[in-house]
Structures are given as structure tokens and as C-alpha cells.
């Protein structure tokens, strides 16, 4: 099928570099590449999140993260993207204060795509406190993120990070949170009540629950959709299986994004072609599809 141009909302830069490049900063720092470093099916959110510790160990400088985040932005552009949002944990490089590092991410990308900055679930609330004053006074961060997934472990919950998108939303900084993720469906309603999302990243399990879905269309919540990724942390068994087209059905803003180009092994247009296959979607969806991500992406006043 031939694709307009594209949207990707969501895009993690340490899961998105090339290949060629991730060769060439491991041979730099004697490092050999795991053979097992991409995603494979069902391999669960965790083991998934762990395959981060090899590419961040690569992008510990700011010069490192000024490239991968410049080669992001010509790739997504080469692969028919015109609208990019890239996202990271500053806090987690840590060969420059975390000023810096987004400094240098936000200067890669050079005005090609917004930059969302991502707490970590299970981090203290005062390291997302912090990337909120890290993006006020930065125009290129356009957005905060919850990212990766809760743990028995943590000592926080969801609601606990609720100040810090609360000042966000005060200084017109967009919200989007990853929730439900083959979790419960409560997450969604947490991240939209307390954390004031207007977007969500992955929902796999948004229809468990009609109210939660009335809360998603009455707010116009956008789900931010990553397929190929939900079947490698084993939350559906198939792209296929996918819900997105009853998203649709039921009038759920909805757009379809890579997650991690070189961890899933997929471009945004490759993702948006396996999305065609899925039941239900025709062109006239697809183009829905493309038309959301366009309009929920964020932007700063």
C-alpha cells in the first residue's frame, strides 16, 4: 500500500540507533555486540527492558547522544516521516549532568523532532521533579513520559509521580505515559485522572474496561500503538491480534509507532505496513491512523 507521510510519536533513542553505528561505538569502547541484543516474540517486558543495558552502556557521552539522535532524525526523514517525536532517560547517561545530555540530544536533532524526556517507573519522584526543570526553560522538550513498566519492587506507585506531570501540564509541557502494556486496564484511568496524559503509550488492554474507554474518548486520548513491540514483550501473540482496529471501531484516536527500530528490528513505515494486515484496517483507517499521529503530536506553547 502507499503510505502518506508519516507520524512517529513514539521512538526511544537508546533502542533506535543503526546498526553500523552500534557496531562502531562498541568496537570503540573493545566491546563485542550480544548476539541476543534484539527483541524476539514473547520474551516479556522485562527481559525486553534489559536488552537497554548493552546500547546505553554505548551512549554515555553527550557526543555520543548528539549522533545517534542527528542519524535518528535522517533516518526517520529518509523513511518518509515528517512529523518525530524521539524519547529518553537523560538521567541515565551518565558522562555529563543530565543538563547536558539533553543539550546534546537537542542539538542532533536540530529542530527535526521533538524531544519527550522518560522517569522511570520505580524511580524516586524527584527525578521526574527534575526533568520537568530540565524542559521549562528548553523549547525542543516538548513532552515527559512514564516508561517502562511497574515491579513488585518499587517503592512508588503510579500516583506518586502525579506533582510532576501536574507541573508539566502547568508549564504546557505534553504528557504521555506507558500503561496497560498487557496490565490492567486501571493504569490507563491512573495515568489520565492523576498523571494528566494525553497520550498512552502501548494500551494493549484498553477495552477490559468500557468506562476506561468512555474516559479515553471523552478526554481524546491518544493511544500510541507499537505493535510489532507488544509481540516481542509477549502481550499479543501476533501483529495480527493486534485491537487497534476496534480502537478504531469504537473511536479511539489511535496511531501506530516502531518503539525501538533496532531493538524490534522495524521502521515506522514497515510498522505501518505489518498494521495494514491487521483485521480491519483498510486504507481509509490506515489514513485515520496517520492523520491522529499528525494531530496529538505535542507541541510547546
Not at 60 to 80: F, H, L, N, W, Y
Not at 210 to 227: G, K, N, Q, S, W
Not at 241 to 263: A, E, F, I, K, M
Request: hydrophobic share 40%; charged share 20%; with cysteine.
Amino acid at each position: 500500500m502507499s503510505l502518506a507521510s508519516l507520524a512517529d510519536l513514539h521512538r526511544h533513542l537508546d533502542g533506535s540507533l543503526r546498526r553500523s553505528s552500534l557496531q562502531q561505538l562498541a568496537a570503540r569502547d573493545g566491546l563485542s555486540v550480544p548476539d541476543d541484543l534484539c527483541f524476539s516474540a514473547n520474551m516479556g517486558l522485562s527481559e525486553a527492558l534489559s536488552r537497554f543495558a548493552f546500547t546505553l552502556s554505548l551512549l554515555q557521552t553527550p557526543e555520543r547522544v548528539k549522533r545517534i539522535a542527528s542519524e535518528i532524525c535522517e533516518d526517520a526523514d529518509d523513511d518518509g516521516v515528517s512529523c518525530l517525536e524521539i524519547r529518553f532517560a537523560p538521567q541515565l547517561h551518565q558522562g555529563a549532568a543530565p543538563e547536558a545530555i539533553v543539550e546534546a540530544a537537542l542539538e542532533g536533532i536540530a529542530g527535526r523532532a521533538g524531544l519527550i524526556l522518560c522517569g522511570l517507573y520505580g524511580e524516586p519522584p524527584e527525578v521526574l521533579a527534575h526533568l520537568v526543570d530540565i524542559a521549562a526553560s528548553r523549547q525542543g522538550v516538548v513532552g515527559l513520559d512514564l516508561a517502562g513498566g511497574p515491579a513488585p519492587g518499587h517503592d512508588f506507585s503510579m500516583a506518586d509521580y502525579a506533582p510532576a506531570f501536574t507541573r508539566a501540564k502547568q508549564l504546557g509541557i505534553g504528557r504521555t505515559v506507558h500503561a496497560a502494556e498487557g496490565r490492567d486496564v486501571s493504569e490507563i484511568r491512573v495515568a489520565i485522572e492523576q498523571l494528566h496524559a494525553q497520550r498512552i503509550g502501548h494500551g494493549t488492554t484498553l477495552l477490559d474496561s468500557a468506562a476506561v474507554v468512555d474516559l479515553v474518548l471523552e478526554r481524546e486520548v491518544t493511544i500510541e500503538a507499537c505493535p510489532t513491540s507488544n509481540v516481542h514483550t509477549g502481550v499479543i501473540d501476533r501483529v495480527e491480534s493486534h485491537p487497534l482496529g476496534q480502537w478504531l471501531d469504537r473511536g479511539v484516536r489511535v496511531c501506530v509507532c516502531p518503539d525501538n527500530t533496532l531493538l524490534s528490528d522495524v521502521t515506522a513505515s514497515q510498522e505501518h505496513e505489518r498494521a495494514s494486515a491487521i483485521e480491519g484496517i483498510d486504507e481509509i483507517k490506515m489514513a485515520r491512523l496517520i492523520a491522529h499521529g499528525h494531530a496529538a503530536a505535542f507541541n510547546r506553547p
